[in-house]
């Protein structure tokens, strides 16, 4: 291919920041994140997204095994029997189930669903394990996806239709020991967001409006997207007994007494991708978090008339020396394009680290690595490259941490009166930390009028809380309000 004959690689064609619904949708698809289906709703994970989501899942699992949780697989299909079983739970999810009602010409005797999430066969089979206080406590967990035919517009990753996530679900023989499962969950996705995704998130409680059908109390770390939306990260569901009482799922306690068993329930999903590509990238494209990134870093070898063969050994001496110290690293020496066109769809993908090696840097036994968050260039000698390109990366991932923190700090606005609340609203968006007097009239309220939710309430309530911002009544807790995905 001859150099002026490159392909037609067309870049983003609006800005982040004037219109971010479209920039999102080109973001994803122009980067070769993922592609669309002939399934409305069911994305096509192309490498760099599914790279991401394994190392996403290592990096959980690996933190779940540690505290005791144990992988497990469950069928995907669900008699209809068992997702009745528990009417709060069956009937929140009724309106997404998708059924399976035939194979070849034969009609089935009974509907299957396609698992919305897996409690209810789960369960069944936990009535069966349970027995005595010593089968406890039984902490499974399985990686998997699920299908939920939202009637919503679907959008990449932030409402998906099929998906996938981890589900946790844990059983114990007394409430304190479930309650107290709640902080080594949500400090592991908190972890796993922080030090791998490089994102903040907001923790709290759902209120009683929100929370998972059939739970007890939910808890959920919330997102901030940069339209100002809040988007619901994950969560932790304090399910009590309400699943054992349906299930029958019941023990002998030390004394010989029959109780039922305590349960939580726990995800993360593969809406942290859409997260990451929302917060973190740009008007050139995505900007993948490092230690995400199915591709760390990719060389580029800029070859000339003269000197390519040297450019090419100093490029692949590069390449060992990155791989052999576990870098993912890809080399560009493809024919036909210019460095600018390849610097350009790097950038777009999102790679984290560039590597330019031309004659010039043969002479000085150097490269430049250029950051493709902030663009910064760093000469590098190649005795020292492998030590330093891990400094970059940890540099580049706390650089990337303080802007989401930032942002996410510049959409949180404290308001005390519902003017204030509607003004903010509409204008600077955001989280609207309000005092509420905790019933749902009010709350409902607040949503039909302004479109609003709660997202959460802050466990840590700070001082005294004023009155209720809708019904001028007594205060009972902050709440966290916005218009959310």
């Not at 001859?2 to 690689?9: L, R, S, T, V």
């Not at 399934?39 to 490498?47: D, K, M, N, R």
């Not at 919503?152 to 990753?157: L, N, R």
């Not at 210019?338 to 590597?355: D, V």
Request: aromatic share 10%; proline share 4%; glycine share 8%.
């Amino acid at each position: 291919m001859a150099q002026n004959d490159e392909p037609d690689q067309k870049g983003l064609t609006v800005k982040k920041s004037e219109d971010f619904s479209e920039w999102y949708t080109q973001v994803l698809l122009k980067s070769g994140f993922i592609d669309y289906s002939d399934v409305s709703g069911a994305l096509v994970f192309l490498p760099a997204a599914y790279g991401a989501w394994q190392l996403i899942t290592q990096a959980v699992d690996a933190e779940f095994k540690k505290s005791g949780v144990e992988d497990v697989y469950f069928p995907l299909l669900i008699p209809e029997k068992l997702l009745v079983q528990e009417k709060t739970h069956f009937e929140g999810f009724v309106p997404e189930v998708a059924w399976v009602t035939e194979t070849g010409d034969t009609k089935l005797e009974e509907r299957l669903a396609i698992r919305p999430t897996s409690e209810t066969i789960m369960y069944k089979s936990y009535s069966k394990w349970i027995r005595s206080w010593r089968d406890l406590p039984l902490r499974f967990n399985q990686w998997n996806n699920v299908l939920r035919w939202e009637f919503k517009h679907p959008t990449p990753f932030i409402r998906s239709r099929e998906f996938l996530w981890n589900e946790g679900h844990s059983a114990f023989a007394t409430e304190m020991e479930a309650r107290a499962e709640r902080d080594v969950i949500i400090g592991i996705y908190l972890r796993t967001l922080r030090d791998y995704l490089a994102l903040p998130g907001i923790v709290g409680r759902k209120s009683d409006r929100e929370k998972f059908a059939g739970a007890v109390a939910s808890y959920s770390i919330e997102h901030v997207m940069p339209d100002g939306w809040a988007l619901q990260g994950p969560d932790f569901h304090l399910d009590g007994q309400n699943f054992a009482k349906a299930f029958g799922i019941s023990f002998l306690d030390k004394d010989g007494k029959r109780e039922f068993a305590w349960q939580n329930t726990y995800a993360i999903t593969t809406r942290e991708l859409g997260v990451v590509a929302a917060v973190h990238g740009d008007d050139k494209g995505l900007v993948i978090p490092p230690r995400i990134a199915y591709v760390q870093i990719v060389i580029v070898p800029i070859l000339r008339k003269e000197g390519s063969e040297m450019v090419l050994s100093l490029a692949n001496d590069v390449l060992g020396r990155l791989k052999r110290e576990g870098y993912r690293c890809r080399m560009d020496d493809r024919e036909g394009y210019s460095p600018g066109f390849k610097f350009n769809e790097w950038e777009l993908k999102g790679i984290p680290i560039r590597i330019e090696i031309g004659p010039r840097d043969v002479e000085k036994n150097s490269v430049v690595a250029v950051r493709r968050d902030n663009g910064a260039k760093e000469e590098i000698r190649v005795g020292v490259i492998a030590e330093r390109i891990g400094g970059v990366i940890s540099e580049m991932h706390e650089d990337m941490y303080r802007k989401a923190e930032g942002m996410l700090k510049s959409f949180i606005h404290r308001v005390d009166d519902y003017d204030a609340f509607k003004k903010v609203i509409d204008g600077e968006k955001g989280i609207m930390s309000a005092p509420w007097c905790g019933s749902i009239e009010c709350e409902t309220k607040i949503k039909e009028e302004t479109g609003a939710k709660i997202t959460n309430v802050p466990l840590e309530q700070d001082g005294a809380v004023p009155k209720c911002i809708y019904c001028g009544k007594e205060g009972k807790e902050r709440a966290n309000f916005a218009r959310s995905y």
